[in-house]
């Protein structure tokens, strides 16, 4: 299979460029929750493009296995590699991927591959695909911080194709969460949309201030 072919050539062509000590300092800095080849984003990416020149193009199935083959990797580049490549591919992609989307977001789950996944992957899944608004609705309403996070930072790239309403709805469901990153996301979603409309993001937190942190105010406001 396609999938099986990228993973198992990347995975070799990573482990040939192992550099030890860059692997203990990304580890450290990722708090030592994964390994690390210790490759670098602009080297793991030219070995990304080569593997992917002798491949071909992928098909919906092939972009739905990619992902739970390279986290089934302990290096944390596999994993880097696979978000790069469902994001250059994303418009391949069938409506379902966000299912699969789903399950990456909750295994192995920190911001790194998270955020990616939710700006690249599943915000143009959605502008394609608006049924798929269902799903992040359930992500909201459910329990799981990386879920949501995903679901609010998912529309960062929309700019004039924002959906405001949504965005309003998903900050405020998750307004009152004491969680670093649930906080920082919102603020995040709301500074990027007040590139597009300042107004609007300035109106809603004069409306909604008593409902969000500090760390939230602060972010959303960083450029009005």
């Not at 089934?72 to 590699?81: F, K, N, T, V």
């Not at 405020?172 to 609007?200: C, E, M, N, S, V």
């Not at 409306?207 to 942190?213: K, L, Q």
């Amino acid at each position: 299979m396609w999938a099986d072919e990228v993973v198992d050539r990347l995975a070799i062509a990573l482990d040939r460029a192992r550099d030890g000590g860059r692997a203990r300092a990304m580890r450290a800095y990722m708090r030592d929750q994964f390994e690390f080849f210790g490759v670098p984003t602009p080297e793991r990416r030219a070995l990304t493009r080569w593997v992917l020149a002798s491949v071909g193009d992928p098909t919906p199935d092939d972009l739905a296995a990619i992902g739970p083959l390279a986290w089934s990797h302990a290096e944390r580049e596999l994993q880097y590699a696979a978000v790069d490549v469902l994001v250059r591919h994303v418009g391949r992609a069938a409506p379902g991927l966000i299912d699969v989307v789903g399950q990456l977001v909750t295994t192995k789950s920190w911001w790194d591959t998270v955020d990616a996944l939710a700006a690249n992957v599943v915000g143009p899944l959605v502008r394609r695909s608006p049924e798929l608004v269902a799903t992040l609705d359930g992500w909201i309403e459910g329990d799981d911080l990386w879920l949501a996070r995903t679901a609010i930072l998912h529309q960062l790239g929309a700019k004039g194709d924002t959906d405001a309403d949504r965005l309003w709805r998903y900050s405020l469901a998750w307004a009152g969460h004491p969680d670093f990153f649930a906080r920082k996301a919102i603020g995040w979603a709301l500074r990027q949309y007040a590139r597009t409309d300042p107004d609007a993001v300035r109106n809603f937190l004069a409306e909604h201030a008593d409902a969000f942190s500090p760390l939230t105010v602060r972010e959303a406001s960083k450029h009005l």
